[in-house]
Nanobody, 121 residues
């Protein structure tokens, strides 16, 4: 069992910033990469950002719009998502996910429970 625990969500005013964290723990596991997804009410889950666990490759979805920054701390098995200039439309449950494969072939098979981000106008 691999557990992913997100934190850092909450209620914030438009224009503000948040930093989400996600820490992986559990049985011995490999981390090939971790990612962030979000799901707004009534909408499908969408990709936000991803980072490989070696090297410097990062990936962003269209929704990131240059306001999101993903980073990692390998020693802590933790991935972060910094969100700046928050908009009301960023309101969603944010999930982190883990891909254990170095080449990305497995995909995201471990998921956290999500953390709610609510942006008020």
């Amino acid at each position: 069992q691999v557990d992913l625990v997100e934190s850092g969500g909450g209620l914030v005013q438009a224009g503000g910033s948040l930093r989400l964290s996600c820490t992986a723990s559990g049985r011995p596991f490999d981390i090939g990469g971790m990612g962030w997804f979000r799901q707004a009410p009534g909408k499908a889950r969408e990709f936000v950002a991803a980072i490989r666990w070696t090297g410097s490759n990062t990936y962003y979805g269209d929704s990131a719009e240059g306001r999101f920054t993903i980073s990692r701390d390998n020693a802590k098995n933790t991935v972060y998502l910094q969100i700046r200039s928050l908009k009301v439309e960023d309101t969603a449950v944010y999930y982190c996910a883990l891909d254990p494969s170095r080449d990305g072939s497995t995909g995201y098979i471990h998921w956290g429970q999500g953390t709610q981000v609510t942006v008020s106008s």
